[in-house]
């Protein structure tokens, strides 16, 4: 598991002819230039690439969070009519492949002139577009015992307020583990950018790193394994920091 990220790491400390030329792993000489030059080697400068995926990935974190959050609330702890018919629904969302609504999405952006902008990447997660994050907070939410929100109740306390005040604070480990996996598929989302973004200013971080490999075979491989390292910098970094809290979050079947 490990080793392809040990040579992805060691191929960009290597000079552009030992990386496929020869069999060591460790480079001969180390070499950080790949480093700096990767940086600005493309005509916009990394730095925009970073700040623009820094800005989809958080706003789409705290849309999934806060939409998924009520939606899984509402299916976990209120009575309606057609909860279950609504929850069987959104499940079958999940058996979709993203290619089947992939061509019916692209027409509705375009005729809502959201195409080369980054609302049809963001505004979806504040629609409670995931279904797979409904789902995981409504097995959650589901064993925090509902004698909480009976005393709730009694106490005056409307059902938003039993969300804000007693069901989410008892749900972060939940709350972490939607957010982890949500960063990671935005962070390292190819697709959908390279469907609505058409401006190089715009692009985020993966769609920079497919211009490091050249249509006509001339490819800064280098370049682009140093860039690729550090593109899994900010996702490690996230995880090293709330690893407990998913962990707890995945693990949790039940209320002590």
């Given amino acids: 598991m490990l080793y392809p990220l040990i ?3 060691a191929s960009s400390l290597k000079p552009e ?3 496929f030329g020869s069999l060591d792993l460790w480079p001969s000489k180390v070499d950080w230039s ?13 730095t925009v690439f970073y700040k623009n995926s820094a800005i989809v990935t958080v706003l789409s974190v705290i849309g999934n969070l806060l939409s998924c959050s009520f939606a899984a609330y509402a299916f976990a702890r209120l009575k309606f009519n057609g909860r279950t018919f609504l929850f ?3 499940m079958m969302t999940m058996m979709l492949p993203y290619h089947v609504v992939l061509i019916p999405q692209y027409v509705l952006f375009l005729n809502l002139g959201w ?3 980054y609302l049809p990447l963001i505004v979806p997660r504040f629609l409670a577009a995931d279904g797979f994050f409904i789902f995981l907070m409504v097995q959650f939410f589901r064993q925090i015992p509902r004698e909480l929100d009976e005393a709730a109740m009694i106490d005056g306390c409307s059902p938003f307020k039993i969300y804000w005040a007693i069901i989410l604070p008892l749900s972060l480990p939940a709350m972490g583990t939607a ?10 989302d190819f697709l959908a950018p390279l469907i609505y973004l058409n401006d190089i200013n715009s692009y985020t971080v993966p769609l920079a790193l497919r211009l490091f490999v050249d249509q006509e075979g001339q490819s800064a491989f280098g370049q682009m394994f140093a860039m690729s390292v550090l593109s899994l910098v900010p996702v490690l970094i996230f995880f090293v920091a709330f690893q407990k809290l998913i962990i707890r979050g995945i693990a949790t079947s039940g209320m002590k």
């Fill in 34 to 46: 790949n480093y700096t030059e990767g940086w600005n080697a493309l005509p916009v400068s990394f």
């Fill in 7 to 9: 040579w992805l790491f």
């Fill in 88 to 90: 069987a629904l959104m």
């Fill in 17 to 19: 002819n030992e990386i």
């Fill in 179 to 188: 957010a982890i996996f949500s960063l990671i598929w935005v962070w390292e």
């Fill in 115 to 117: 195409v080369d902008t």
